[in-house]
């Protein structure tokens, strides 16, 4: 399992459907993910779907839960994310803070740590973040824990910066 000082990362389950779609029905929230709209329940399930799928990647891969140790309260999701970029396989470091979560260095947390449990435990050398441009909190999470900006990409009609830490 993967720990932080805070949290307590586990996979998603059908039990947790009403927590991912209070994430993405919340406007702030979904304002740079996609396309920016928030998803009805049938797109909720799609997304669900979606993180099913890729837990086939491995035990560790995959958008995960993460609950706070202290309450067992969910705070959002975070996780190891494959990505095909430019035809080529890379692993993404995504995160999402519920909004009343903000600002307390949650997002941070869990980057660092899976990062640290990338590199260590799945040997893992080369990680990215995508972010749009506009998102000036998620660029400070990646260049926190160490990644630069190294392109721009144009990503399902998305401009999105490509950070990398090698």
Known sequence: MITSDRLRFRRYTNEDFDFLMSLLSDPDVVRYIGNGNVRDKEGGQEFLNWIY???????????????????NS????????????????EIEIGYWIAKRYWGKGYATEAAKTLLDYGKAQ?????????????????????????????????????????????
């Open 122 to 166: 799945l040997k893992l050398e080369r990680f990215i973040a995508l972010i749009q441009p506009a998102n000036t909190a998620s660029k400070k999470v990646a260049e926190k824990i160490g990644m630069t900006l190294e392109k721009e990409i144009v990503l399902k009609g998305q401009d999105v910066y490509l950070y990398s830490l090698s």
């Open 53 to 71: 799928r890729t837990y086939e990647f491995g035990e560790y891969y995959g958008l995960m839960v993460l609950v706070n140790k202290e309450d």
């Open 74 to 89: 969910l705070i959002g999701h975070a996780g190891l994310v494959p990505q095909t970029i430019d035809g080529k396989e």
